[in-house]
């Protein structure tokens, strides 16, 4: 088993800077891709970013340039550095990490973009 813990989100103008991590603790070593996804009220849960076990990093199209994943394997942490947000990113972003057998989710953390 795998536990996430979020942190970050928030409240921020557009423009601006946020960042959201997540906490990982129990079957770390199981671990193959982490992650982060969004959703908002009536739609589906889009993937925003992933890196891999090795570092391989992916990024949406929505997203590429303005957000990083990036991760701290001594505190088993990644990280999503939001830049340049737009009133369209806001949503609920969930971390994830997958195994080979099981997916993990953490519980969400709202990011509103708004001036």
């Known amino acids: 088993q795998v536990q996430l813990v979020e942190s970050g989100g928030g409240l921020v103008q557009p423009g601006g800077s946020l960042i959201v991590s997540c906490a990982a603790s129990?079957?770390?070593?199981?671990?193959?891709?982490m992650g982060w996804y969004r959703q908002t009220p009536g739609k589906e849960r889009d993937l925003v970013a992933t890196?891999?076990?090795?570092?391989?990093?992916n990024h949406a199209d929505s997203v590429k340039g303005r957000f990083t994943i990036s991760r701290d394997n001594a505190k088993n942490t990644w990280y999503l550095q939001m830049n340049s947000l737009k009133p369209e990113d806001t949503a609920v972003y969930f971390c994830?990490?997958?195994?080979?057998?099981?997916?993990?989710w953490g519980q969400g953390t709202q990011v509103t973009v708004s001036s």
């Open positions: 994830y990490a997958s195994s080979r057998f099981n997916t993990y």
């Open positions: 129990g079957s770390i070593i199981s671990i193959n891709t």
């Open positions: 890196i891999t076990r090795f570092g391989v990093t």
